[in-house]
């Protein structure tokens, strides 16, 4: 598993979700959901841009956890990650479904 730890650099640094979005002009909403952890898939330009901006390295950002070395809050972390995918996932569809049919009224 890779653990994330941007919340905790990023509180133990002072930045904020909005310093770091006006620093790196990377969408604050990304940067909600990656101080959240409810990201699975991150863009290496993304961490490179991270890292650049604030002088920080990949291990001060992300963990490699064996499977044998999870914790409980591991899992949690899992479950909870799946969670948010799926309900994204679920508001997208209807998204795309709602301008499907309005495109298709017109």
Do not use: W
Not at 45 to 66: A, S
Not at 87 to 92: A, D, E, F, H, I
């Amino acid at each position: 598993m890779i653990r994330n730890k941007i919340k905790q650099y990023f509180d133990a640094n002072d930045i904020t979700i909005p310093k770091a979005h006006h620093a790196t002009k990377i969408a604050r909403s990304s940067f909600t959901r990656l101080y959240r952890n409810e990201v699975v898939n991150i863009n290496l330009d993304t961490i490179d841009t991270i890292c650049k901006e604030f002088n920080c390295c990949l291990t001060d950002l992300f963990e490699f956890i064996p499977d044998d070395q999870m914790t409980k809050d591991d899992f949690v972390q899992i479950a909870e990650r799946k969670l948010h995918v799926e309900y994204y996932t679920k508001l997208r569809r209807k998204g795309s479904k709602k301008t499907a049919k309005t495109e298709g009224e017109e």
